[in-house]
């Protein structure tokens, strides 16, 4: 059964740093693509980043270029999303999703993706 688990949000002053997990369980990634996105209260679901697990490649939004950083651990169990510079706008419910990807791509449309996590609060405030 494919699982996903986010962690590592939580409440950061605007200029700060947090790093999110998404943890497999019960599966490896190597076939995977990973997408992450985010949904703030009244506003639609936005794609933020995503990689192919096999191939490696990695795309972002471009409200998040330059200061998100995705990457995945060696064991190819789980993926990280280093943000950096937070802004408040960037406080959101951040969710992982997951689809299997042979051919290595990987895509900011969540209707692309199979599986979801359960999310992982980002708040940005002073």
């Known amino acids: 059964q494919v699982q996903l688990v986010e962690s590592g949000g939580g409440l950061v002053q605007p200029g700060g740093s947090l790093r999110l997990s998404c943890a497999a369980s019960?599966?490896?990634?190597?076939?995977?693509?990973i997408g992450w996105f985010r949904q703030a209260p009244g506003k639609e679901r936005e794609g933020v980043s995503c990689?192919?697990?096999?191939?490696?490649?990695?795309y972002y939004a471009d409200s998040v270029k330059g200061r998100f950083t995705i990457s995945r651990d060696n064991a190819k169990i789980a993926v990280y999303l280093q943000m950096n510079s937070l802004k408040p706008e960037d406080t959101a419910v951040y969710y992982c999703?997951?689809?299997?990807?042979?051919?290595?791509?990987?895509?900011?449309?969540?209707?692309?993706?199979?599986?979801w996590g359960q999310g992982t609060q980002v708040t940005v405030s002073s």
């Open positions: 019960g599966f490896t990634l190597d076939y995977y693509a």
């Open positions: 999703a997951t689809r299997r990807a042979y051919g290595g791509g990987c895509s900011l449309e969540g209707s692309w993706y199979n599986y």
């Open positions: 990689i192919s697990i096999r191939v490696g490649n990695t």
